[in-house]
C-alpha cells in the first residue's frame, strides 16, 4: 500500500522519536524504515513504513493476521505518523504568531506528532514517564512487556519485530509485578487503565476526564492526548525538557514565561512542543537538563 503525504514531512524528526522508545521486539527502527507491532480490530498485525521518500507517497507493508484488517492498519499508520497534517499551514502559522520559533521551524520544516495505537496506551506511557527519563521509562515498559507481551504469529514477524506491547488495561491490573516507583503512581496505573475515556470524544471533554482521575495532573493529561488522540493544541505543563530547550534558545528563562510563548502558538501549540522537545535532544548533555536552583 501506499500513504499518501503532504509535504514537507519531518520523517528523520519522527524516526528518532520511534527509535528513543523503541521496546525490543515491539517496535523497530532501522534508519527511516519503522516497524510496529499493533492491535487491531481483527487480530495482530505489523505495520512497517519507509519514512525516507522525499515525494510522493510512503511505502506501507501491513503483515495482518486478518485481511478485513486492511482499512484499519491504513488509517493506524497514517494516525500514528500524523500524515493528515498541513504541514505548510501550521509551519506558517507558527512562525508567524511566535517570530521566536520561526527558526526551529525553518530547520525542521513538517515536524509531526508522533502518535501511539491508542489513548490507553500514551496514557500508560505517560504515567509512567512522570518524573523520570525517557531511557527509564521504556525500561519499565519492556520489564512490563516481558512479563505479558503476546507473540504475533509466525508468519507477521520480521527479523526485530516478533511481539505485542503489553495491553495497557492488563499493565495496570499488574502494575504492582513491575512497575518500580512510587505507590500512589502505581495506584493511579491501576485506576487510569482500567477505565481509560472513550478515545473518541472531543480533547476538551477527554482532557477533563482524564484531569478526573485521581494521580493523573495537567502534565500527564496533556502528554497522553498529544500522543494518544492527536490533540495539536496541548501543551504539557512544567515540562523540564521544554523549558531545557527555551531557555538553551533564549526564549523563556522559567515557567510562566514558556507557558506565555506557547499560548500564543495556538492552535498549534503541540507542533511548538514537538519542535522544543527536538531541539532539546540535539543540545550537550549539560544543556539538557535543569539546575535545581533555576527550575
Same mark, same amino acid.
Given at each position: 500500500?501506499?500513504?499518501?503525504v503532504?509535504?514537507?514531512?519531518? /520523517?528523520?524528526?519522527?524516526? !528518532?522519536?520511534?527509535?528513543?522508545?523503541?521496546?525490543?521486539?515491539?517496535?523497530?527502527?532501522?534508519?527511516?524504515?519503522?516497524?510496529?507491532?499493533v492491535?487491531? &480490530?481483527?487480530? @495482530?498485525?505489523?505495520?512497517?513504513?519507509d519514512?525516507?521518500?522525499?515525494?510522493? &507517497?510512503?511505502?506501507?507493508?501491513?503483515?495482518?493476521?486478518?485481511?478485513?484488517?486492511?482499512?484499519?492498519?491504513?488509517?493506524?499508520? !497514517?494516525?500514528?505518523?500524523?500524515?493528515?497534517?498541513?504541514?505548510?499551514?501550521?509551519?506558517?502559522?507558527?512562525?508567524?504568531?511566535? &517570530?521566536?520559533?520561526? &527558526?526551529?521551524?525553518?530547520?525542521?520544516?513538517?515536524v509531526?506528532?508522533?502518535?501511539?495505537?491508542?489513548?490507553?496506551e500514551?496514557?500508560?506511557w505517560?504515567i509512567?514517564?512522570?518524573?523520570? @527519563?525517557?531511557?527509564?521509562?521504556?525500561?519499565l515498559?519492556?520489564? /512490563?512487556?516481558d512479563? *505479558?507481551?503476546?507473540?504475533?504469529?509466525?508468519?507477521?514477524?520480521?527479523?526485530?519485530?516478533?511481539?505485542?506491547?503489553?495491553?495497557p488495561?492488563?499493565?495496570?491490573a499488574?502494575?504492582?509485578?513491575?512497575?518500580?516507583?512510587?505507590?500512589?503512581?502505581r495506584?493511579?496505573?491501576?485506576?487510569?487503565l482500567s477505565?481509560?475515556?472513550?478515545?473518541?470524544?472531543?480533547?476538551?471533554?477527554?482532557?477533563?476526564?482524564?484531569?478526573?482521575?485521581?494521580?493523573?495532573?495537567?502534565?500527564?493529561?496533556?502528554? /497522553?492526548?498529544?500522543?494518544? *488522540?492527536?490533540a495539536?493544541?496541548?501543551?504539557?505543563?512544567?515540562?523540564?525538557a521544554?523549558?531545557?530547550?527555551?531557555?538553551?534558545?533564549?526564549l523563556?528563562?522559567?515557567?510562566?514565561?514558556l507557558?506565555?510563548?506557547?499560548?500564543?502558538a495556538?492552535?498549534?501549540?503541540?507542533?511548538?512542543?514537538?519542535?522544543?522537545?527536538?531541539?532539546?535532544?540535539?543540545?550537550?548533555?549539560?544543556?539538557?537538563?535543569?539546575?535545581?536552583?533555576?527550575?
Open positions: 500500500a501506499e500513504l499518501a503532504r509535504r514537507p514531512f519531518d /520523517a528523520e524528526g519522527l524516526a !528518532r522519536w520511534f527509535a528513543a522508545r523503541a521496546l525490543p521486539g515491539v517496535e523497530h527502527v532501522e534508519g527511516l524504515l519503522w516497524q510496529r507491532a492491535r487491531l &480490530p481483527h487480530g @495482530s498485525a505489523v505495520l512497517e513504513v519514512l525516507g521518500p522525499t515525494e510522493g &507517497p510512503l511505502p506501507l507493508t501491513a503483515r495482518l493476521t486478518d485481511l478485513r484488517d486492511y482499512a484499519a492498519a491504513v488509517a493506524l499508520a !497514517r494516525r500514528m505518523l500524523d500524515l493528515d497534517a498541513d504541514p505548510r499551514g501550521i509551519d506558517d502559522g507558527l512562525a508567524s504568531a511566535v &517570530p521566536a520559533l520561526a &527558526p526551529l521551524v525553518a530547520a525542521r520544516p513538517g509531526r506528532l508522533p502518535g501511539t495505537p491508542s489513548l490507553a500514551a496514557l500508560l505517560a509512567v514517564g512522570q518524573q523520570i @527519563s525517557t531511557v527509564r521509562a521504556r525500561a515498559l519492556e520489564a /512490563a512487556t512479563l *505479558a507481551g503476546e507473540e504475533v504469529p509466525a508468519g507477521l514477524r520480521t527479523a526485530h519485530v516478533h511481539r505485542l506491547a503489553i495491553d488495561a492488563e499493565a495496570g499488574r502494575a504492582e509485578e513491575w512497575f518500580r516507583g512510587p505507590g500512589a503512581r495506584r493511579t496505573l491501576v485506576t487510569a477505565a481509560p475515556p472513550d478515545p473518541h470524544r472531543p480533547v476538551p471533554e477527554l482532557r477533563e476526564q482524564l484531569l478526573r482521575i485521581r494521580g493523573v495532573g495537567p502534565w500527564t493529561a496533556d502528554y /497522553a492526548l498529544l500522543r494518544g *488522540a492527536r495539536v493544541d496541548v501543551a504539557p505543563s512544567r515540562d523540564v521544554l523549558l531545557a530547550a527555551a531557555r538553551a534558545l533564549g523563556a528563562p522559567d515557567f510562566d514565561a507557558d506565555t510563548m506557547l499560548r500564543a495556538s492552535p498549534w501549540r503541540s507542533y511548538a512542543v514537538m519542535h522544543l522537545w527536538h531541539h532539546r535532544d540535539s543540545l550537550p548533555a549539560h544543556q539538557r537538563t535543569l539546575r535545581k536552583d533555576r527550575s
